[in-house]
């Protein structure tokens, strides 16, 4: 049996925006809606082969999104995987539902390594400044998404905080113009190697766009990264395990499942 844990913005499912900039040769499909409005779609060559991929590996979704985001994905849902994992390491799903000892694990290993949350916020009072700052999320009671104008922010200023909030237990990383503050313990990888105890798999295959998939990556039997994500630009190393993929948006999706197809038929046929 193949484990395999992938990322699923602009890895597996993607925005109205990178469809356009990275436009797909067959049609089309909604896989996610929000107040009557399509936010995520893949194709419908893409869909049916995650489909196959879900009935013939221990597919597992791997998100940053908080829960509820994960759940409006309604494409997801009808999947119904065994596991899924979002907040970025913060919740196991089994069967849909919290797994309530990796929670409260988590919650021991975050208050032995960080500062708390009040304390965070009282130290990053000193740093933000409201010419750069523009809205702000806490997601799942867990991290922080904030919302910046990176015309404003300095590099100067960003690589401050990073290193002040870095010896004080926090992770703090800049995608875009979203500026994350994560507990150093609160990953993906970590997420998934609890979740390994109790699951029965030959091959891991892990699947991931951006920097915060490199744990994950990393940790894999054999990975898979898209030329649009970031990771190749920010990754510490060069992994091994991973093929760095010529391809760019669907085109990088319908390879990778095909690959994780065909690796799960020959196990099947061996």
Not at 218 to 239: R, S
């Amino acid at each position: 049996m193949i484990l395999f844990t992938s990322d699923l913005d602009r890895t597996l499912i993607y925005s109205k925006r990178m469809m356009e900039m990275f436009p797909p040769i067959s049609e089309t499909v909604e896989v996610e809606q929000k107040a009557n409005e399509t936010m995520s779609m893949m194709t419908k060559e893409t869909a049916i082969l995650l489909q196959q991929v879900q009935q013939q590996t221990l597919f597992v979704p791997v998100t940053t999104r908080a829960l509820h985001q994960y759940k409006r994905i309604h494409f997801m849902n009808d999947l119904d995987p065994a596991f899924a994992i979002t907040s970025n390491g913060g919740t196991i799903l089994e069967k849909g539902q919290p797994y309530d000892k990796w929670t409260k694990t988590l919650c021991r290993r975050i208050e032995d390594s960080s500062i708390p949350r009040e304390d965070m916020l009282h130290l990053f009072q000193t740093f933000k400044s409201d010419a750069w700052l523009q809205r702000s999320f806490y997601v799942d009671d867990l991290f922080y998404v904030h919302h910046v104008d990176v015309n404003v922010l300095q590099q100067a200023d960003l690589h401050a905080i990073v290193q002040e909030f870095d010896a004080h237990g926090w992770y703090v990383l800049l995608q875009g113009k979203k500026l994350y503050f994560m507990p150093k313990v609160l990953t993906k990888e970590a997420a998934i190697e609890y979740m390994m105890e109790f699951c029965t798999y030959d091959v891991h295959i892990a699947a991931g766009d951006s920097i915060m998939d490199y744990g994950m990556l990393k940790m894999a039997d054999l990975a898979f990264t898209p030329n649009h994500g970031d990771l190749k630009d920010k990754q510490p190393k060069v992994l091994s395990n991973t093929t760095y993929s010529p391809y760019d948006g669907e085109a990088f999706t319908q390879h990778l499942l095909q690959t994780v197809l065909q690796m799960a038929t020959q196990q099947t046929v061996v």
